[in-house]
């Protein structure tokens, strides 16, 4: 018997990736996906497209937080997993309109917490950020850390879904891991991340802004490491503590996990990487630090080691490779 996925955000990035993991796994995909105006929805629609082509792939156009969407999705098709990849993303338009952060973010995430109370019997799976660790300067950042100082709108939003979900978990029962992402990069990537903003200006002759005059590092993390990490912890639901290191709550079935690759890259390295894979120098614009950023991020990947054995690998001039033979053959490049 097909057993059955749904994936909300599913022509977005991550949703995509993730999807397509899942099909080809031999699972039944429920797409849900509204095609937002956020970054050009054509690539959106190109993402759908290949989601299409698999024989067990539904596709669902609606946004989450609309009443009634979810509850009847997971009524009638009972999935054994439930991936929520829907949100607005991006630290920096959330200082432009954060009134969407709380309708996707917030009313979406409630929505799918109900619909779940509503029909229990599915593995919550929920992306959060590494945003949420905000001014924590103590790295690598552990899932134990107190993480209460956000320092964008974007990332407080993400840590109240945590605290939503994990309400939930603990009055209802229902299981939930939460994923804490950083710094995901590959094909198909959203044109609003830094590496594709970079790739298309150095390919055009334009200059690049540089925020923080180079001085920031990141845990970048390889979209396919990211899936197979998704996809393995999705057979490990937060019941079992695994080791001191272990943030399982002490009163429900909720656990967050870091998905990186524990190994930061400088910013500057990052540049030089596509500049290898391009063949061609970057002009840089240095900037001063944007509101809502941080210097750098590391993730403690031990959690995420211990419940899966699994390891992100990918080397950072790998994956860059990668994204410019993607973003060539895209663009006739």
Do not use: C
Request: net charge negative.
């Amino acid at each position: 018997m097909t057993r059955t996925a749904l994936v909300t955000g599913s022509a977005g990035f991550i949703g995509f990736h993730t999807a397509r993991r899942w099909l080809e796994e031999g699972w039944r995909v429920i797409g849900v996906d509204a095609l937002t105006e956020y970054y050009d929805p054509e690539l959106k629609k190109a993402r759908l497209a290949i989601l299409e082509g698999y024989e067990w792939f539904t596709p669902v156009h609606g946004r989450i937080e609309v009443p009634g969407l979810l509850d009847g999705l997971l009524a009638e098709h009972k999935p054994a997993h439930v991936l929520h990849l829907a949100a607005q993303a991006g630290v920096r338009y959330s200082l432009e309109a954060p009134e969407s952060y709380i309708a996707s973010n917030i009313q979406g995430t409630f929505a799918l917490l109900e619909a779940a109370r509503a029909h229990p019997g599915a593995h919550l799976l929920l992306a959060s950020t590494s945003s949420v660790y905000g001014a924590n300067t103590e790295m690598p950042y552990a899932e134990t850390d107190k993480a209460d100082s956000q320092m964008s709108f974007y990332a407080a939003t993400k840590k109240a879904t945590e605290a939503m979900a994990h309400s939930y978990a603990h009055l209802f029962g229902l299981p939930v891991t939460m994923f804490r992402f950083f710094t995901v990069y590959g094909p198909w990537g959203r044109p609003d991340m830094a590496y594709f903003k970079f790739t298309r200006a150095i390919l055009e002759g334009r200059p690049i802004d540089v925020y923080n005059h180079g001085d920031m590092s990141r845990d970048f993390t390889y979209v396919e490491d990211l899936v197979e990490a998704v996809w393995r912890l999705a057979a490990v639901e937060p019941r079992e503590r695994v080791g001191d290191f272990d943030s399982l709550s002490p009163v429900a079935p909720f656990r967050v996990v870091n998905i990186g690759k524990s190994e930061p890259d400088r910013l500057l390295d990052f540049i030089a990487a596509i500049e290898t894979a391009l063949g061609k120098k970057a002009e840089m614009k240095m900037m001063e630090m944007q509101p809502g950023d941080v210097p750098a991020t590391w993730s403690d990947t031990r959690l995420l080691e211990a419940l899966t054995g699994f390891r992100a690998s990918t080397p950072m001039a790998e994956g860059i490779a990668k994204f410019v033979a993607w973003y060539r053959l895209q663009n006739s490049v």
